[in-house]
């Protein structure tokens, strides 16, 4: 876990200061007028832990998904959306408030957003007061930092295991030594694990989101004949790790088709302090403290992730087929996300943490009742800022109040269309010798800039990758002097905010 970031910052995304300094947003909108019929759609809205863009739907040959790909026959791939920072709780509260990190004041996983901004009305909070019934299942807000204004009944957590018998037996046995040895498990950093993955032999409701989609299949059932709509939030915690899934999904792969990363090392000529030595994933047991893993743990732990994939995407199924049976789904718009990339060996690193495309483009899938383009993709720059403001334009909702970002439903109607300059998102790193700072990042088309700031200080650090050329993004040419018109201009596009740059075209 980071330790908290907490010193002010916003200088470079000075529109966002502008905008948050303003009048205090009121605490409560008022309910849609007696007599008015709330927005035309319910919203099953989806959100998926730790999921990067690959599936079927995103092109790739090898993940098992027919129900991600189910939703994308029926609405929109979005192929370059962008979270506003690659970490669970700053990306997941800044997207349900439609405020980017500065504002929310979370770039960690240990504050709420009502500190910083204790009247402003989240996404699930402005459905229900224009007259929908609220609800969560799962993983929606970080755990422990729920959002009780958000939802009309208090949310539903996942009632089921994490690990399997055996896996449960190790974690066990760890935390008897742990407590042997002294440590205190109450203390975040005392946490006991058990292994990075398992195949049990045990049915899907076992696990969590097993348990998760049971309760909203049956929210479903006592939806269907409600007369207001609802606003239905589904969170899957797999695949994060550890990556555990019934032992019939691992069987859908064979280890030797499983390809590693083609470029585990560093990206060269980029500063130390933008690579991360996957510290979530190295408090497992048996991983090793500091180094490369070994290819065929490696293997594994990839073979695990694709398996949670495959279990998630059948639990999905279970709700899309409810949503089938009871009628609901032409009468529905599903949105479903992960909530950043993931890396899997690429820059020698796993987990998120980072500013690299790999952890920073997430996927993003909608569907809309009745949509012309259905199973079409955009290319255009999107950002999860925008996720709010287009759910309540195509249930035609009034646009919120103080949001950062703006609808793309245009994009729906026609997905070929020019959309923004710029995507923005932002990563807290401690710098040696500087103390704690910040990486403020800008992707346009085909450039992404990252520039690294310590409040206070005349410091300024940075990575160019032409994604043209370098996709993977191996080189930095930030100190490259043929680059040197591109970085300048690029600074002063990131400088200038948000607002200018990532405004539709």
Same mark, same amino acid.
């Not at 299949?217 to 994060?240: C, M, N, S, T, Y």
């Not at 980029?270 to 403290?289: C, D, H, K, M, T």
């Not at 065929?296 to 279990?311: C, D, N, T, V």
């Given at each position: 876990?980071? @330790? *908290?970031?907490?010193?002010?910052?916003?200088?470079?995304?000075?529109? =966002?200061?502008?905008?948050?300094?303003?009048?205090?947003? *009121?605490?409560?909108?008022?309910?849609? @007028?007696?007599?008015?019929?709330?927005?035309?759609?319910?919203?099953?809205? /989806?959100?998926?832990?730790?999921?990067? $863009?690959?599936?079927?739907?995103?092109?790739?040959?090898?993940?098992?998904?027919?129900?991600?790909?189910?939703?994308?026959? %029926?609405?929109?791939?979005?192929?370059? +959306?962008?979270?506003?920072?690659? =970490?669970?709780?700053?990306?997941?509260?800044? &997207?349900?408030?439609?405020?980017?990190?500065?504002?929310?004041?979370?770039?960690?996983?240990?504050?709420?957003?009502?500190? +910083? /901004?204790?009247?402003?009305?989240? &996404?699930?909070?402005?459905?229900?007061?224009?007259?929908?019934?609220?609800?969560?299942?799962?993983?929606?807000?970080?755990?422990?930092?729920?959002?009780?204004?958000?939802?009309?009944?208090?949310?539903?957590?996942?009632?089921?295991?994490?690990?399997?018998?055996?896996?449960?037996? #190790?974690?066990?046995?760890?935390?008897?030594?742990? &407590?042997?040895?002294?440590?205190?498990?109450?203390?975040?950093?005392?946490? +006991?694990?058990?292994?990075?993955?398992?195949?049990?032999?045990?049915?899907?409701?076992?696990?969590?989101?097993? !348990?998760?989609?049971?309760?909203? /299949?049956?929210?479903?059932? +006592?939806?269907?004949?409600?007369?207001?709509?609802?606003?239905?939030? =589904?969170?899957?915690?797999? $695949?994060?790790?550890?990556? =555990?899934?019934?032992?019939?999904?691992?069987?859908?792969? %064979?280890?030797?088709?499983?390809?590693?990363?083609?470029?585990?090392?560093?990206?060269?000529?980029?500063?130390?302090?933008?690579?991360?030595?996957?510290?979530?994933?190295?408090?497992?047991?048996? #991983?090793?403290?500091?180094?490369?893993?070994?290819?065929?743990?490696?293997?594994?732990?990839?073979?695990?992730?694709?398996?949670? /994939?495959?279990?998630?995407?059948?639990?999905?199924?279970? #709700?899309?087929?409810?949503?089938?049976?009871?009628?609901?789904?032409?009468?529905?718009?599903?949105?479903?996300?992960?909530?950043?990339?993931?890396?899997?060996?690429?820059?020698? !690193?796993?987990?998120?943490?980072?500013?690299?495309?790999?952890? !920073?483009?997430?996927?993003?899938?909608?569907?809309?009742?009745?949509?012309?383009?259905?199973?079409?993709?955009?290319?255009?720059?999107?950002?999860?800022?925008?996720?709010? *403001?287009?759910?309540?334009?195509?249930?035609?909702?009034?646009?919120?109040?103080?949001?950062?970002?703006?609808?793309?439903?245009?994009?729906?109607?026609?997905?070929?269309?020019?959309?923004?300059?710029?995507?923005?998102?932002?990563?807290?790193?401690?710098?040696?010798?500087?103390?704690?700072?910040?990486?403020?990042?800008?992707?346009?088309?085909?450039?992404?800039?990252?520039?690294?700031?310590?409040?206070?200080?005349?410091?300024?650090?940075?990575? &160019?990758?032409?994604?043209?050329?370098?996709?993977?993004?191996?080189?930095?040419?930030?100190?490259?002097?043929?680059?040197?018109?591109?970085?300048? %201009?690029?600074?002063?596009?990131?400088?200038?905010?948000?607002?200018?740059?990532?405004?539709?075209?």
């Amino acid at each position: 876990m980071l @330790p *908290p970031f907490r010193l002010p910052l916003g200088v470079l995304l000075a529109a =966002v200061t502008l905008l948050t300094g303003s009048a205090r947003l *009121p605490a409560q909108e008022s309910a849609a @007028p007696q007599g008015v019929t709330p927005g035309r759609y319910n919203v099953l809205f /989806i959100a998926v832990d730790d999921l990067r $863009p690959q599936f079927g739907a995103y092109g790739d040959p090898v993940v098992k998904s027919p129900n991600l790909d189910r939703i994308a026959r %029926r609405g929109v791939t979005f192929t370059r +959306a962008y979270c506003q920072q690659a =970490v669970c709780s700053p990306s997941r509260s800044s &997207l349900l408030t439609g405020r980017r990190p500065d504002t929310t004041k979370v770039w960690d996983l240990v504050t709420h957003f009502r500190t +910083a /901004i204790p009247d402003v009305v989240t &996404l699930p909070q402005h459905f229900k007061n224009h007259g929908y019934h609220s609800q969560s299942f799962g993983k929606i807000y970080h755990p422990g930092y729920d959002d009780p204004a958000s939802w009309s009944v208090p949310p539903t957590r996942q009632r089921g295991a994490a690990w399997g018998p055996d896996g449960q037996t #190790i974690l066990r046995d760890r935390r008897a030594m742990m &407590l042997a040895a002294g440590r205190n498990l109450n203390q975040p950093q005392s946490r +006991a694990y058990g292994p990075a993955w398992e195949a049990p032999e045990v049915p899907d409701e076992f696990l969590n989101d097993g !348990t998760i989609a049971t309760d909203a /299949i049956e929210a479903l059932q +006592a939806r269907k004949d409600a007369k207001e709509p609802f606003f239905l939030a =589904v969170g899957f915690l797999k $695949p994060h790790l550890p990556f =555990v899934a019934p032992k019939k999904y691992w069987d859908l792969y %064979r280890p030797e088709e499983i390809p590693l990363a083609t470029n585990p090392y560093p990206s060269r000529g980029a500063p130390a302090y933008a690579w991360q030595n996957a510290g979530e994933l190295r408090q497992y047991p048996g #991983i090793p403290s500091n180094g490369p893993l070994p290819k065929e743990m490696a293997r594994k732990l990839i073979h695990g992730y694709y398996a949670a /994939i495959s279990y998630m995407d059948a639990q999905l199924g279970r #709700i899309l087929d409810e949503l089938d049976r009871q009628g609901l789904t032409e009468k529905t718009v599903i949105v479903l996300w992960g909530d950043h990339g993931w890396h899997l060996g690429e820059h020698g !690193t796993w987990c998120k943490h980072t500013n690299y495309e790999v952890a !920073t483009r997430a996927p993003l899938l909608m569907s809309v009742p009745g949509l012309k383009s259905a199973g079409r993709k955009s290319a255009g720059l999107v950002e999860f800022v925008d996720i709010y *403001p287009t759910l309540a334009d195509v249930c035609g909702l009034p646009r919120p109040d103080g949001v950062e970002g703006g609808s793309f439903k245009p994009l729906m109607d026609d997905p070929g269309i020019l959309w923004k300059r710029a995507a923005f998102h932002q990563y807290p790193r401690a710098i040696p010798g500087q103390g704690a700072g910040m990486g403020y990042a800008i992707r346009t088309d085909r450039y992404r800039l990252v520039e690294w700031r310590v409040p206070g200080k005349d410091f300024r650090q940075h990575e &160019l990758y032409d994604l043209l050329t370098d996709p993977d993004e191996n080189q930095n040419l930030a100190n490259q002097p043929e680059h040197a018109a591109t970085v300048r %201009r690029l600074t002063e596009q990131l400088q200038a905010g948000w607002r200018a740059s990532a405004a539709p075209r």
